[in-house]
């Protein structure tokens, strides 16, 4: 099986984790989710789950079907961890999930829209991940039947969807322009090209380890191609900026012991939080990419990224856990795979 998008790194991996295309679809036949009936929700949903799973393509056989509602909790929560699902999709017990065995697709029905599909990829590849949800989104189409206007494009219901219906973004890893205070700045001057930064997880969230998301804003009067090659354009500045300013970060003797004494507590700490396990390693993977530790790939810290997460941690061990009992595990977890 091919390995899953948080296993591996791509292009620019040392500052790229991922890319991701999200398309937002809705069936002609019925009104958008907020308006449907629990009749007509179920009849939406059956449509969708048969239609992905007998569309006659071999990929249809590598999906499986969740029912967000019979997963334990800690399932759900390493869904949104692993950036499959929205925190929102979270929340709603009768939510359904279409997701591919390796991770790299994943179909949220009835959320906003009736289908929000979307495709994750290592790296800035922004081109890849568009063109397997276009094929998806294609295939589905010739049977679903989506919402188009042709003035308006695909029909959502959130107008800010309107037009391609396209949400692209990269998720990067930017300690030195955290550091440098440059993030508000370059918020305001990307938001003025289309754009948008938000944390980790998307809007509303924080961006832990530092580790932002940007992605398109605008979806009408742009064509999908014209939104992914902007995205990449001010991603691959970004890459160059954030490169330029870590040559001279990690020459303070500063920065180094903070990089080498963070790698000193994850390799032996006992007991480590989700907070303090995301900057420790925020702090390891601007050594790894600085070649100052070569003993871990970046690969390792792509995995540990994503396992080490709370929801993750509960699933790994198969049952509840507190706090305390996270944060041990967490600890071992981290020196198993730092000392391998």
Aim: glycine share 6%; net charge negative; proline share 2%.
């Amino acid at each position: 099986m091919k390995a899953k998008w948080y296993e591996t790194s791509g292009d620019y991996g040392d500052i790229v984790i991922s890319t991701r295309i999200r398309l937002a679809r809705n069936l002609a036949e019925y009104p958008f989710p907020e308006r449907m009936s629990a009749s007509q929700r179920r009849e939406c949903e059956n449509k969708i789950k048969e239609t992905v799973l007998n569309n006659g393509a071999g990929i249809s056989k590598r999906f499986k079907y969740l029912e967000l509602g019979l997963l334990p909790q800690a399932q759900v929560v390493s869904l949104v961890e692993r950036h499959l699902i929205s925190p929102e999709f979270a929340k709603d017990n009768d939510a359904k999930l279409l997701l591919l065995d390796d991770e790299s697709v994943s179909v949220m029905i009835n959320e906003e829209d009736h289908i929000r599909l979307q495709v994750m990829r290592s790296g800035l590849d922004p081109d890849g991940a568009f063109e397997l949800a276009d094929k998806l989104d294609t295939l589905l189409d010739e049977q679903l039947h989506f919402a188009f206007d042709d003035n308006l494009g695909y029909l959502t219901a959130c107008p800010t969807n309107l037009g391609t219906g396209m949400r692209a973004s990269v998720m990067l890893h930017l300690p030195a322009l955290q550091e440098n205070g440059s993030i508000a700045q370059l918020s305001s001057t990307i938001s003025k090209l289309g754009l948008a930064i938000r944390g980790i997880y998307g809007e509303g969230s924080r961006p832990l380890g530092a580790i932002y998301q940007i992605s398109n804003q605008v979806t009408l009067g742009i064509s999908e191609k014209a939104a992914i090659a902007n995205l990449r354009g001010i991603a691959v500045q970004l890459i160059a900026q954030e490169k330029s300013l870590r040559e001279k970060m990690v020459l303070d003797e500063r920065t180094v012991d903070s990089i080498w004494r963070s790698y000193g507590i994850l390799t032996n700490a006992r007991m480590i939080s989700s907070d303090e396990f995301m900057q420790l390693i925020s702090n390891v993977r601007l050594g790894v990419s600085a070649g100052l530790i070569d003993s871990v790939s970046m690969d390792t810290i792509n995995r540990l990224t994503v396992n080490a997460q709370a929801g993750m941690i509960s699933m790994h061990e198969g049952r509840d856990m507190t706090a305390a009992e996270r944060d041990k595990a967490r600890a071992e977890m981290i020196r198993t795979a730092l000392a391998s």
